[in-house]
């Protein structure tokens, strides 16, 4: 399954015409604001891809590298800051964050209206139960290659290992929606390849490199593997592509599978909150959601994998 493609027929097909009615409309360009605390060379090579995918589209992306010893008073007087600007669209803050900051605050502290990561408690909330709202950009991408590539969800057994706020549990949730059974596996899981052998779609997300081998996978599954690690200088995901895809119907390759994907529902997801941000009243906010995921069941429907 290739994100590269996916992200780049999604923007033609879809986000560069949806930017410019938005950009007539409202007569300025989306603006995200990203936070990132401290040295992460994966967060850093993260922001890259995403500034050239966004320059691409005419979206602003403005980023706010802070040094690792930023309190967590000082991130949320900047986030204080970006929620009340009518210019800021979006905000997203990278994790993880230092230890000395709170996840969970910060998070708390992002306003519902421009959470592009799903992952303030209004947005968790809705995508629990199943209710219009923005759902975390990489579970969001997972889920979309799935339906990208056509894949059947309805009665398959759907493994996920990892059980993350961002992607593990929202990912869980989409396939969960589209009536797979779900399995969800993590590091207290008792023999893992006993459950991952049993999966009809395996999605893994946990980031230790290679963790799923030949053994550990049923022949004919479809493989989503989300993690990100470096191994002897390479970048390499959680699966073992090598000695798997042969063996499998489809799998993702690391890079180049989920990542892509990942920065065009991000795009995708900014657009939605620019529109929110215009908004007065909730039933139109509503509305704005509701419409927002019909969009890319015309998009899958009119796909070309
Ligand atoms: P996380 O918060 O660290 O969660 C990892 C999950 O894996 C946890 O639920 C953990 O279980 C589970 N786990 C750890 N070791 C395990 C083992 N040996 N067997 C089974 N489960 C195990 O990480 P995350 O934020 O969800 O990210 C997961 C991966 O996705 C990372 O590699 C990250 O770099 C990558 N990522 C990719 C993208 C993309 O665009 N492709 C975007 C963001 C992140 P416990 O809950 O029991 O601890």
Redesign the pocket.
């Known amino acids: 399954m290739d994100g590269r493609q996916f992200a780049d027929e999604y923007a033609k097909k879809v986000l560069k015409s949806r930017c410019k009615v938005f950009i007539e409309r409202y007569e300025r360009l989306p603006v995200l604001n990203s936070i990132v605390v401290g040295e992460h060379p994966?967060i850093r090579s993260?922001v890259r891809v995403k500034e050239r995918y966004f320059d691409r589209l005419c979206m602003v992306s403005k980023n706010h590298f802070l040094p690792e010893k930023t309190s967590e008073q000082e991130v949320l007087s900047l986030l204080r800051q970006l929620n009340e600007d009518s210019t800021v669209d979006g905000i997203l803050v990278h994790?993880p964050l230092p230890d000395h900051i709170n996840e969970e605050i910060v998070i708390e502290n992002i306003v519902t209206e421009k959470d592009v990561d799903g992952l303030s408690p209004k947005n968790i909330y809705a995508w629990v139960k199943d209710l219009p709202g923005l759902i975390p950009a990489?579970a969001l991408?997972a889920f979309a290659l799935l339906k990208y590539y056509r894949i059947p969800i309805k009665g398959k057994h759907a493994v996920v290992?990892?059980?993350?706020t961002?992607?593990?549990k929202p990912v869980a949730h989409l396939v969960l929606r589209e009536d797979a059974t779900v399995t969800i596996?993590?590091?207290?899981?008792k023999k893992?390849g006993f459950h991952t052998t049993k999966a009809d779609i395996l999605i893994s997300?946990?980031?230790?490199p290679h963790?799923v081998n030949k053994e550990m996978v049923k022949p004919n599954a479809v493989v989503v593997d989300?993690?990100?690690?470096k191994k002897n200088g390479k970048i390499v995901g959680?699966v073992d592509f090598k000695s798997i895809k042969d063996k499998v119907s489809y799998i993702t390759p690391v890079p180049g599978?989920?990542?892509p994907v990942?920065v065009a529902m991000l795009a995708s997801n900014l657009l939605l909150t620019f529109e929110l941000q215009q908004h007065d009243s909730d039933e139109n906010i509503q509305a704005s959601l509701r419409r927002y995921y019909t969009t890319f069941d015309d998009f899958y429907r009119d796909s070309n994998p």
Request: aromatic share 4%; charged share 10%; with cysteine.
């Open positions: 994966a993260y994790m990489t991408a290992i990892g059980r993350s961002v992607i593990g596996c993590h590091s207290k899981t893992l997300a946990v980031g230790k963790l989300v993690g990100i690690n959680d599978g989920v990542g990942t």
